[in-house]
């Protein structure tokens, strides 16, 4: 039998997803999360809830549709395009100190020197520390006294040269937005969700990743014509 190119190795499996729960932070008027019990096991036999949140709630994905008018939903993307190669360049160092700090292509470049170029096809994940404010609603924001968010996120020329120059899959990161949070315009959105890309949002447990070599599968909802979806991420470790 001819040997199975795609096989997997890996030694630990880690969730890159957030629990989901009604207080987790939210994007200013999205839609709050709600459960309702509508089985019980001493009236009914068994335990059922319905759940109510937005499509870019919790850890999430975004789809085309979400920017650009006649482009695709999540459903469409295809189960091939859900498994990626990861690369994870950490700036929690330099975030710490300038909360609005984006990510250039100096940084990708001195990545590279480290670990090599950013392979074809990874997905590039941003690994800023924010996930420590998770709990903090203000502290993840950031707001100041105008309600300009600050956190950090990916430069565009950055991003440019991550999709014309090494041609990843997509981006991701811990904040709740691949855009700086300055950045009302959603610009690093428009580009890669414009070549129908992935953008992951709201990750978590970056600081277990290695900076490559690791394989994320991304579990969707296939919501017909979503926008996005919350998303159950899975990092298999070699």
């Known amino acids: 039998m001819e040997a199975n190119q795609n096989t997997i ?11 989901i729960d009604r207080d987790i932070p939210q994007w200013p008027s999205d839609p709050p999360v709600e459960f309702t ?13 319905r759940f109510s949140l937005g499509e870019h709630s919790a850890t999430h994905i975004n789809a085309p549709n979400s920017f650009h008018d006649n482009k695709v939903g999540i459903d469409q993307y295809s189960a091939e395009s859900l498994v990626l190669p990861g690369v994870v360049i ?3 160092e330099t975030a710490t100190v300038n909360p609005d700090y984006a ?7 001195a990545w590279e020197q480290k670990h090599g ?3 074809f096809g990874s997905l590039v994940l941003l690994h800023t520390g924010w996930e420590e404010k998770w709990l903090d609603k203000t502290a993840f ?9 600050h956190f950090p996120g990916f430069g565009y020329d950055a991003t440019q040269f991550l999709l014309e120059q090494r041609q990843i899959a997509g981006l991701g990161i811990d904040t709740h937005g691949v855009d700086p949070g300055q950045d009302s315009s959603f610009s690093i959105n428009r580009l890669v969700l414009a070549q129908q890309r992935i953008i992951l949002e709201n990750l978590t447990n970056l600081q277990q990743l290695p900076a490559k070599g690791s394989t994320l599968m991304i579990g969707v909802l296939r919501l017909r014509n979503g926008s996005g979806s919350p998303v159950g991420v899975l990092a ?3």
């Open 9 to 19: 190795n890996y030694s630990r499996v880690i969730h890159l997803s957030h629990i």
């Open 117 to 119: 170029k950013i392979a």
């Open 103 to 109: 990510l250039t292509i100096a940084d990708i470049l």
């Open 141 to 149: 924001f950031n707001p100041d006294a105008q309600g300009i968010m």
């Open 90 to 92: 950490d700036i929690c």
């Open 37 to 49: 019990t509508v089985a019980n096991i001493p009236q009914d036999g068994y335990y059922l809830r």
């Open 236 to 238: 298999l470790i070699p």
